[in-house]
């Protein structure tokens, strides 16, 4: 594989979950072993050897879990995940033009081999930016997207897992850009899509109707989610 870093956003709070003041919500077990842990797992089994997880609410219980085994780097401020990303971004090697983004708390289904998919996939397109799509019986309350009549991806409005494949180059240009010209004042990773849209830029995508994701975003999910693992 070429020289592939991997970024997995895992600062958030999680207030809906209920978090405790020293767990990580991407620390929550699925059947015995933390949700998160099953990424890394993956990510290795794939070939990708450099990982950085950016922390930030109750990161001991990331860093005492993972120690020495991932990169750090800390979101010190709590501004969206492509303030995140841009954390991340830090700590990737400069000769590693490829990366691939996930959030710690609904990667945990992503097997090694959909990695390998999704960076062979963005490889072969020459893409800039290759999204993660899936079918799900009911996606209200999702991101979405919507495809022109072409089936070009035009902006998020269908079933978004939030898992991506970057150029480091098209990163640099597009980070940048992203405003936060919302209620919340964050800088959205999903934002990147619609500048890459506006700026021409290559949008590939992976449609699996298989696979069983599941964020986890309140009890009743993570109920859900440790159906699905077990």
């Known amino acids: ?5 991997a970024i997995i956003l895992a600062a958030g709070k999680g207030t809906r979950m209920r978090s405790t003041e020293d767990s990580n919500k991407a620390m929550l077990h699925l059947d015995g072993k933390p949700m998160v842990s099953y990424t890394v797992e993956n990510m290795r089994r794939s070939g990708i050897s450099n990982i950085v997880m950016v922390v930030g609410y109750a990161k001991e219980s990331i860093m005492d879990y993972f120690k020495n085994t991932v990169q750090y780097v800390v979101q010190e ?3 969206g995940t492509a303030h995140a990303l841009s954390c991340g971004l830090k700590l990737v090697p400069s000769d590693h033009q490829t990366i691939i983004s996930v ?3 609904d990667s945990y289904t992503y097997p090694a ?10 490889h072969s397109t020459s893409a800039d930016v290759t999204l993660l799509t899936v079918y799900l019986d009911d996606p209200s309350g999702l991101g979405r997207i919507v495809r022109d009549s072409t089936e070009h991806v035009m902006r998020i ?10 150029n480091r180059s098209f990163l640099d240009t597009c980070l940048p ?3 936060n010209e919302n209620a919340a004042h964050e800088y959205y990773v999903t934002d990147i899509i619609r500048l890459a849209v506006k700026n021409g830029n290559t949008i590939a995508d992976v449609r699996e109707t298989n696979l069983r994701w599941r964020g986890v975003n309140s009890p009743e999910e993570l109920e859900e989610a440790r159906k699905i693992i077990t």
Do not use: A, P, R, W
């Not at 409005?157 to 970057?166: K, R």
């Open 77 to 79: 401020e709590q501004l």
């Open 177 to 179: 850009q992203i405003k």
């Open 1 to 5: 594989m070429d020289k592939v870093s």
């Open 113 to 122: 081999v959909l990695y390998q998919k999704m960076i062979d996939i963005h």
């Open 103 to 105: 959030y710690g708390d």
């Open 157 to 166: 409005h269908e079933v978004n897992t939030g898992c991506y494949v970057f």
